[in-house]
């Protein structure tokens, strides 16, 4: 049932699947064996093989992951004997484990292809997680020791799926944490389950922190970087159809309407100024501040021309009255 449920997933036919074994004791049955792994591996790799793709280098690797065979226990055991044989102190490899190095690589690809399939929603998903799973089955492959008696396939999963699961969640979200936050909050989880169980309620923050050795507000804070970010256009749910940046209002910003209205004034007051002559037009600015930082008195604007006091009153009253002439033969808008 589970394996033609993980057919179903890769969306391939369940025909495909090999015929059950009945005999199978019950301490030997897993989700998916390092053969039923292997074979649903081969499957996946070759049904997105065969599906036309416009990434080449995506096809190129689908393509190289299907048309390599497994490997067969007794080629994983000789593999895997000469990389251990021929890695240097250093970590280094000799020319021959290099080479050895590569073909287990190699001929293990569709792993990667089957455990990236199970979270890739696009193909642009598919090639990043690849890339990501490749890392964890390089990892699992300088580790690999064939003496164990465990199928590659088993040991490599938890790499492989853990570098797929990373990148899954860096994808997730808008701003992204290091691997070891993740880390940190995955201890987190458990320590704060097994305080659950030993007091009998949920533990606090600090309580939490003070068991795994932290600072005791460094889990607040970790959390803190954790939150999850809130769209300003995310649907409205039961608001009046009101998206969240419709709901946030900002004190500070300028009413486009008024500013708008405003736009308009000034661009109708300097067509009222350009009617009057410069001395009168100067008074005008002057007098109200305009280009100026204060408002300027009688006396400071006679000094500034060479008249009187009230030779500048008298200007000015004229030339209020030829806007007042102007402004009611052109309306504002």
């Known amino acids: 049932m589970i394996q033609t449920q993980l057919l179903q997933d890769l969306r391939l036919p369940t025909s495909t699947l090999p015929a059950p074994t009945h005999d199978r004791h019950p301490n030997q049955e897993t989700a998916a064996d390092s053969s039923t792994l292997s074979e649903l591996a081969a499957l996946a790799a070759q049904a997105f093989a065969e599906e036309p793709t416009e990434f080449d280098g995506l096809g ?3 393509r190289r992951a299907c048309h ?7 080629e994983e055991t000789a593999l895997g004997r000469a990389l251990r044989a021929g890695r240097r102190a250093d970590g280094s490899f000799t020319p021959a484990a290099r080479l050895a190095y590569d073909e287990f690589v190699e001929r293990n690809l569709r792993l990667v292809v089957y455990f990236a399939k199970r979270f890739a929603r696009s193909r642009d998903d598919l090639l990043d997680l690849i890339s990501a799973g490749n890392l964890g089955l390089m990892t699992a492959t300088q580790k690999f020791d064939p003496e164990r008696g465990i199928r590659f396939s088993t040991f490599a999963a938890w790499d492989i799926h ?15 944490l290091p691997r070891n936050l993740h880390e940190q909050l995955t201890a987190a989880r458990r320590a704060e389950a097994e305080l659950t169980q030993q007091l009998g309620r949920e533990p606090t923050e600090t309580e939490v922190s003070l068991e795994l050795g932290w600072a005791p507000d460094h889990l607040t804070d970790l959390r803190r970087l954790t939150q999850a970010g809130v769209s300003l256009d995310a649907p409205p749910e039961n608001d009046g159809g009101l998206t969240l940046a419709d709901r946030l209002k900002d004190e500070a910003a300028t009413d486009p ?9 000034a661009t ?20 109200h501040g305009i280009g100026t930082d204060h408002e300027w008195t009688l006396e400071e604007i006679g000094a500034a021309l ?16 030829k806007l007042r002439t102007e402004a009611a033969a052109r309306p504002a808008a």
Not at 162 to 176: G, L
Not at 257 to 265: M, N, P, Q, V
């Open 306 to 321: 060479g008249v009187t006091r009230e030779r500048v009153r008298q200007l000015e009253g004229i030339a209020l009255q």
């Open 257 to 265: 309407a008024h500013a708008a209205e405003r736009s308009d004034r």
């Open 60 to 62: 190129d690797y689908l």
């Open 162 to 176: 853990s570098q797929i699961v990373a990148e899954v969640r860096q994808r997730q979200r808008p701003v992204h």
């Open 68 to 74: 390599r065979d497994k490997l067969e226990p007794a």
């Open 268 to 287: 109708f007051a300097r067509a009222l100024l350009d009617h009057l002559d410069g001395r009168e037009r100067r008074i005008l600015c002057l007098r």
